[in-house]
């Protein structure tokens, strides 16, 4: 295998942020693309086999470029500029994060991070109702939280309603104390966490009370219309066919929609059937609803949540044809994972 040489020009002034603290940025892409990185006053040179050095070359000048546009370089968007580099599509990372579509109460900036990101962003604002469905992590409820925001603000709805079924993750708490919006608002945390980072907690609660933002259970649609509303249903996984026809029926005109759940951690009983994968096989020819599936490379949390998240994925495709002829190793299976 003959050697060969590219070079990339970095500024001495982003050098320090392309490669990473004690350069484990660069380390990376040497150990995955096995070159050698060598970098002398702005010039950085690449040594390996032409497909290779030529890849690394191109990551590390997206990197540069997501740099000088101010961006701190994290190895969630190395793994990705690699990832990305064996599709050929490098290039896609700094178009990415050019799609800024609000600020948190602090300045910090929310865009997609992931091509993934960036067409689930991309359908909730072309269609009416959308699913994001994918792992942790992959910030579909975030995301939808930061457009309906943005919305909010722009006038273009009268309010914003959050809910998502209240089921205890695999766990029975008992009877908790308090008035029923105690109870319930356990269940409903994560949802005020999202809107207190981006809109902040003086204007959440201004805006909550009057009844311009409602955070409730998914039991207290029922009944209702929702017109001129930005409706975010989380942890839709979690609903029966039933509530999500209920769900869905609510939805009134000027209003937009989005579902978000992860098909690979319901808390429903036994047996169930999860109102999720009933509404994807139900609606996938609807023109007006989008499906947005996003997987473990958009996940956007510590990196070792991408590999938990990749590492479940490969032992359930194990799992699944002894699943089907209802033995495996060991004895017989009784539902979910030992």
Excluded: W
């Excluded at 469905?133 to 919305?151: D, E, F, N, S, V």
């Excluded at 945390?189 to 933002?213: C, H, T, V, W």
């Amino acid at each position: 295998m003959s050697i060969v040489e590219s070079t990339v020009s970095i500024p001495v002034n982003l050098e320090s942020n392309v490669f990473g603290q004690f350069d484990q940025h660069v380390k990376k892409i040497e150990k995955t693309l096995n070159v050698t990185v060598i970098s002398r006053e702005g010039t950085v040179k690449i040594l390996g086999s032409e497909h290779a050095s030529k890849k690394a070359a191109d990551i590390l000048e997206q990197l540069t470029r997501l740099a000088s546009a101010g961006n701190q370089i994290t190895e969630q968007n190395v793994d990705y500029a690699i990832a990305l580099s064996f599709e050929n599509k490098e290039s896609a990372i700094v178009e990415i994060d050019k799609d800024i579509i609000c600020h948190t109460i602090n300045g910090k900036v929310i865009k997609p991070k992931t091509l993934g990101q960036k067409n689930y962003v991309d359908a909730i604002r072309k269609k009416m109702i959308v699913f994001g469905i994918g792992p942790a992590g992959t910030g579909k409820t975030y995301l939808a939280m930061a457009m309906a925001i943005q919305a909010f603000k722009n006038d273009e709805v009268s309010r914003i309603i959050l809910t998502r079924p209240a089921i205890e993750a695999g766990e029975k708490l008992g009877f908790l104390p308090g008035d029923l919006q105690s109870k319930v608002d356990p269940y409903l945390r994560p949802l005020y966490d999202a809107l207190y980072q981006i809109m902040g907690p003086e204007s959440f609660q201004k805006n909550m009370e009057k009844g311009l933002i409602e955070v409730a259970p998914l039991a207290y649609m029922r009944g209702r219309t929702l017109d001129n509303a930005y409706i975010i249903l989380d942890e839709a996984q979690n609903t029966t066919p039933a509530q999500m026809k209920m769900f869905l029926t609510r939805i009134g005109f000027g209003s937009k929609v989005v579902i978000t759940g992860d098909m690979t951690q319901k808390d429903l009983p036994s047996g169930s059937q999860s109102g999720l994968d009933v509404a994807v096989k139900v609606l996938k020819k609807v023109d007006e609803i989008g499906f947005c599936t996003l997987s473990s490379q958009d996940v956007v949390r510590h990196p070792l949540v991408q590999k938990i998240v990749q590492a479940y994925e490969e032992f359930e495709k194990k799992q699944a044809p002894s699943r089907k002829t209802g033995t495996r190793s060991g004895g017989r299976v009784r539902g979910g994972m030992k």
